[in-house]
Structure formats: C-alpha cells, structure tokens
C-alpha cells in the first residue's frame, strides 16, 4: 500500500530516497531507474526535430498527498526552489482536514472550423444544426483507436462571429470525447474529415481545423478544509508569530486581492501554475496548453481573476476550492513515449485521464496556499530565498559539503548574492 507520508524524506541521500521511496510505494528500485536516467537520444530523435542532445531538469517527489482518501506520491518537475516543499507541507496541513477532495467532468474537447464566405450566417448555421446528427454520425464513421475506446463525436455546436478583422463568419464547434487521451491530434484529424462536409452544407469555405485549448468542458476541481489550528505559525524571524485565525484571515485577504486586480491575479494563478506545471511536465502532458486553457479561464468573465477562491466554513476553518482546465492524458503522445513519464503515471497509480486531472488540481490548491501562507505570514521572500541560497553556492563554486555550509551562511545573513558566497566559500576553502 502507498503512503505519501515518508518524514525525514528531506534528510535523506539521493540514494536513500530512492529505496525509500520503493519501500513507500508499489514499484521496485528497478521501475524507478527512468527518473534517474537520462532520456536516450535515439528516442529523443524521434520526439522532436533537429535533436542534438537532451536537457535536464530537478525531479521531485511531492508528500503528504491524501487525494480521494487515497495517497498518492507525486512526481514533479521544476527548477524553481521551494516549491516541491511548499506543497509538500500545505498537504501534511490538508491531511488533518480529510485531505483533498477532487472531481473532473468528461474528457470533452473542442474542436473549432472556422467557415469564410458566408453571407447569410444564421441561415447557414440552421443549416449546420439540421445536419447535426448526420455530421456526427459522419465523423464517428472513421476508425480510430478513440472510437474503440468508446470515445468520439458527442455534439456540434454553432457560433456566430458577427465582428472581427476580416469581417464576419461562422465558428462551428466539435464536442469529441477522447476518453484517456489528451485528445489534440484526434479532435484535429475529426475536423479534417469534417470540414469537407461542412463546406458542402454551407456553401463556405472552411479555414482553420483545430482544437481549442480553452478547454471548459473538461473541468478538474479540487476542495480541501484546513482546521484553523494546523494554521498557527511561528516563523524564523525573531518572535514573529501568528494564530491559526490570523493566518487563516491573512490568507482569505490574499486571495481577495488576487479576486479584485488582474495585477495580483497574474502572479496569484502563477503560483498555482507552479504545482500544475511541474506534474504535467513529469507525466509528458503538454504544460502549454495547460497554461494558455488556465489563463484564458481566468479572463472568461471579462476581467483576468483569480483562480482559486478561498474562505472560512462555519467552524472558522480554511476552506479551498480551485476549479480549471485541465486536459492531460494517460496514453498517446509523449506519456507512451518518454520512460520517467511512463514511470510517474506508475508511481501515481492513476488508472485514468480525469484521476491524473484529479491530482494535479489538487497539488495547484496546494502550492496556491503555501505561496498565499507565506505572503500572510514572514513573507515569501525569506523562504524562498532560503532554498535559492543553495543554487547561489553552487554557482559560486561551492562543491560537496561546502554547499550546504556556504549556503546557510548566506541565508542566515540574508545575503544570497553570488559575490557574497565567493567571499565565504573563499574564507572556507583557505581554512580561515
């Protein structure tokens, strides 16, 4: 049985946690090596054009994850410090709540065909609506891996653009189930086979044939309720310390901000992007897409705002609730291709697309309230910093064990500046 709660895990020798990490999960040492190997270039090659090499970034595992009363040890992959351990401890508080409660919608995606040269657009989308079934039907008459799996055409919707640049023209909208995948090449190969068909029902000309990654039909949401004591905090500096009621108020006006101005919301949604990204990136899902489905959700009202939205139940507890976008898959693509992706979705135990989705939002609200905690609390920097002060000394110089001893010297200054560690990493060498 898998246990995300592994204390000490920080302490440990790379190798040490790689057994450990065996010992707390139900893969061998051996089905873990692809997270310490790098990408072969021959598969490489066949990945993206022009390959000349691959490029490595930091892996980590995420604990304390409790998602749907199961635990779950996440994988994710970033190079920004702090992270992977925010949302670590964010999840140790959420555990004490029941942890995370998420939910996803249908694997629905949209494909759109955008239709030039019609005069009359609401008699040609009559038309377009007449043929409905006929359309689908047609569209679900070619064989594909999709359709075996019981996805598919679901519906066509119709959308009239009545003012651009060049004029008006018609938006006919592809509703396609792609079950455990993310779905692009499918949803754009339907409206190929369809954009003949339209052409000949409307008397237009169908232009651009291709999914849209405002992916509102395939939701992820994630809950989860902080009892207000896990929130008291005592910080690093001096007696600096908060109850759980003013750290719970603290965060709630964070958010607000972020609810209000566009200027905060950017970096608000930012940090929950940095729990997001990281896991699609590890299970070799598509983080762009991702991010641009995200940020245009956010703006869907009309005002760029705040993803997540946070308040307190009746008992005065921290409740949380992010609701995005999120189209990742579990078969297809670069997840069938790349080892460590295979190896995360092992690790994970997801069975399914809308279970990966699960997590993922879940591990967003969780790096939204550790980034929301610290600016409530000691402030973000101080934290942050802190875990920078080690890349500081590395590229100082610093190697081995004078790593950790010039770094810790420069956050307990509170000088993490590159000329700063040469000066200490200089006095540590000479023995001074």
Request: proline share 3%; net charge neutral.
């Amino acid at each position: 049985m898998t246990t995300s709660r592994i204390p000490g895990f920080y302490n440990l020798t790379l190798d040490q946690r790689l057994a450990t990490l065996a010992d707390a999960s139900h893969l061998s040492q051996g089905e873990l090596i692809p997270f310490t190997s790098p990408l072969a270039p021959d598969i490489a090659s066949h990945m993206v054009e022009n390959v000349i090499g691959t490029y490595s970034l930091p892996l980590g595992i995420a604990l304390n994850f409790t998602v749907n009363r199961r635990d779950v040890l996440i994988p994710m992959v970033i190079e920004e410090p702090s992270v992977v351990a925010g949302a670590s401890f964010m999840a140790k508080l959420a555990r004490a709540g029941g942890g995370f409660t998420a939910t996803s919608t249908e694997p629905l995606m949209i494909g759109q065909l955008q239709v030039l040269g019609l005069e009359d657009l609401s008699k040609a989308a009559e038309q377009v609506l007449a043929n409905k079934a006929e359309l689908l039907a047609y569209v679900d008459a070619a064989e594909s891996s999709l359709k075996s799996r019981g996805g598919g055409a679901r519906d066509l919707e119709v959308r009239l653009i009545e003012e651009s640049p060049i004029g008006k023209f018609l938006v006919i909208h592809l509703i396609y189930d792609v079950r455990d995948a993310m779905g692009a090449n499918a949803v754009n190969t339907a409206c190929e086979r369809l954009a003949p068909k339209i052409e000949s029902i409307t008397g237009g000309r169908a232009h651009l044939r291709i999914l849209s990654n405002l992916t509102d039909r395939r939701m992820a949401k994630a809950t989860c309720v902080i009892p207000v004591k896990e929130l008291a905090f005592v910080g690093q500096i001096g007696s600096l310390s908060y109850t759980g009621e003013e750290v719970r108020n603290g965060i709630i006006a964070a958010y607000a901000f972020a609810a209000a101005d566009p200027y905060r919301a950017a970096t608000h949604n930012k940090g929950i992007m940095n729990g997001v990204d990281p896991v699609v990136i590890a299970t070799g899902n598509d983080w762009r897409a991702i991010e641009a489905g995200a940020h245009a959700y956010a703006a869907r009202s009309g005002k760029y705002a705040s993803l997540s939205t946070w308040s307190k139940d009746e008992n005065g507890n921290l409740l949380g609730e992010l609701e995005m976008p999120l189209a990742v898959g579990i078969v297809g693509g670069a997840t069938k291709v790349h080892p460590a992706a295979q190896a995360a979705i092992k690790l994970m135990n997801v069975k399914s697309a809308g279970e990966l989705a699960e997590i993922i939002v879940s591990v967003g609200l969780a790096q939204n309230m550790a980034a929301l905690r610290a600016l409530a609390t000691e402030g973000i920097q101080r934290g942050h910093m802190s875990l920078h002060a080690r890349q500081v000394a590395i590229a100082a110089g610093a190697s081995g064990e004078l790593i950790e001893r010039v770094a810790s010297q420069i956050a307990a200054e509170g000088i993490v500046r590159i000329d700063r560690a040469k000066e200490i990493l200089k006095t540590m060498e000479s023995g001074k």
